[in-house]
C-alpha cells in the first residue's frame, strides 16, 4: 500500500500532486460487513497527513476497500470515505495522538467543544 509513511502520494489539490505521507491514522482493524451487491466487503478507512516544503500540512480522508469483485484484494477508493460517527471519533482520535493537528487547532476544537457540551 502507497500510504505508509514516507511514501509519496499523488492526490490532486490546489493544483499540487505530489505530497509526502507523515503519518497515517487508522482504526485497529478494519471493518468487514456483507452487502448485497458486493457479496462480503472489507473496508479501511483512514486519515492521512500529508506535507510539502511549499505547502502547509494537509488531511486527507481515503479508504481502502476490498469485495467479492476485486477477489478480496485491497484497492484504493475513488470517492470520498462514509465515516459513522464512531469511525471518524477513532481516526480522529488516533491522528490527534499522532500530531496531526497544532496545539492552536487543538484549542480551537476544545473551545467549540465545551460550547456545544454546555448547550
Given at each position: 500500500m502507497?500510504?505508509?509513511?514516507g511514501n509519496t502520494v499523488h492526490p490532486r489539490y490546489k493544483g499540487l500532486a505530489e505530497w509526502e505521507v507523515q503519518a497515517v491514522a487508522k482504526l485497529p482493524q478494519?471493518?468487514?460487513?456483507?452487502?448485497?451487491?458486493?457479496?462480503e466487503v472489507t473496508y479501511d478507512p483512514r486519515i492521512l497527513?500529508?506535507?510539502r516544503q511549499d505547502h502547509e500540512?494537509?488531511?486527507w480522508f481515503a479508504y481502502w476497500i476490498s469485495t467479492d469483485r476485486t477477489l478480496h484484494?485491497?484497492?484504493w477508493g475513488q470517492g470520498a470515505p462514509m465515516l459513522e460517527e464512531g469511525t471518524?471519533?477513532?481516526l480522529l482520535k488516533d491522528g490527534i495522538?499522532?500530531?496531526?493537528?497544532?496545539?492552536?487547532?487543538?484549542?480551537?476544537l476544545h473551545a467549540e467543544l465545551s460550547q456545544a457540551l454546555e448547550a
Open positions: 502507497n500510504d505508509q509513511v478494519p471493518i468487514a460487513y456483507s452487502d448485497p451487491a458486493q457479496g497527513w500529508l506535507q500540512r494537509v488531511l484484494r485491497l484497492k471518524l471519533l477513532a495522538r499522532q500530531g496531526f493537528l497544532t496545539k492552536g487547532s487543538l484549542r480551537e
